[in-house]
T-cell receptor
Framework: TQLLEQSPQFLSIQEGENLTVYCNSSSVFSSLQWYRQEPGEGPVLLVTVVTGGEVKKLKRLTFQFGDARKDSSLHITAAQPGDTGLYLCAGEENNTGKLIFGQGTTLQVKP | GAVVSQHPSWVICKSGTSVKIECRSLDFQATTMFWYRQFPKQSLMLMATSNEGSKATYEQGVEKDKFLINHASLTLSTLTVTSAHPEDSSFYIC??????????FGPGTRLTVT
């Protein structure tokens, strides 16, 4: 079974600061997805990256897929209190559609 | 587009009873549906994968006789927790995927077994 290590697991920062969340694995994934989850709700898809080296931007969020498709990062610029939530990375296993989730990163942005 | 609903959103049941949770894809045909379980402040753990019209594939350690999954149509899958016990209390989330590899998640069902 493929594993996905996500770090940090908890992050508390001040509004305006930048941050990066990492997901790493020794295995290759067909694609990698990033989700954000609010308490008591299901995860909401932020982005899917498929190609090694791919970079996608979503406003202040920048997502990168490693060249070897084993790792990914999420960078948030000038974080705002509204960014507070649980961020999850998930790798798709061998084109099966099955997702392996990282442990999640709980982000708290203080005003 | 790509909306997935779950019903109920929360349920409280007595130990020993069974509970059924529904997962529906509202605006697309879901060839595959997934069921996850999530404990507080933890990530999602895949329980099983179901394809329309065939038996579900359960992850290691998940009791198939306890967590019954039925995927009778391209828009509906159900998870039945049989003879529920307090340790089954959790947040159950389904997801659905259609023609692409992306999964769209339902809002989750909070199960509390007393």
């Amino acid at each position: 079974t493929q594993l996905l290590e996500q770090s940090p697991q908890f992050l508390s920062i001040q509004e305006g600061e930048n941050l990066t969340v990492y997901c790493n694995s020794s295995s290759v994934f067909s694609s990698l997805q990033w989700y954000r989850q609010e308490p008591g709700e299901g995860p909401v898809l932020l982005v899917t990256v498929v190609t090694g080296g791919e970079v996608k931007k979503l406003k202040r969020l920048t997502f990168q897929f490693g060249d070897a498709r084993k790792d990914s990062s999420l960078h948030i610029t000038a974080a705002q209190p509204g960014d507070t939530g649980l961020y999850l990375c998930a790798g798709e296993e061998n084109n099966t559609g099955k997702l392996i989730f990282g442990q999640g990163t709980t982000l708290q942005v203080k005003p | 587009g790509a909306v997935v609903s779950q019903h109920p959103s929360w349920v409280i049941c007595k130990s020993g009873t069974s509970v059924k949770i529904e997962c529906r894809s509202l605006d697309f045909q879901a060839t595959t549906m997934f069921w996850y379980r999530q404990f507080p402040k933890q990530s999602l753990m895949l329980m099983a994968t179901s394809n329309e019209g065939s038996k579900a594939t359960y992850e290691q350690g998940v009791e198939k006789d306890k967590f019954l999954i039925n995927h009778a149509s391209l828009t509906l899958s159900t998870l039945t927790v049989t003879s529920a016990h307090p340790e089954d209390s959790s947040f159950y989330i389904c997801s659905a995927s259609g023609s692409t590899y992306e999964q769209y998640f339902g809002p989750g069902t909070r199960l509390t077994v007393t």
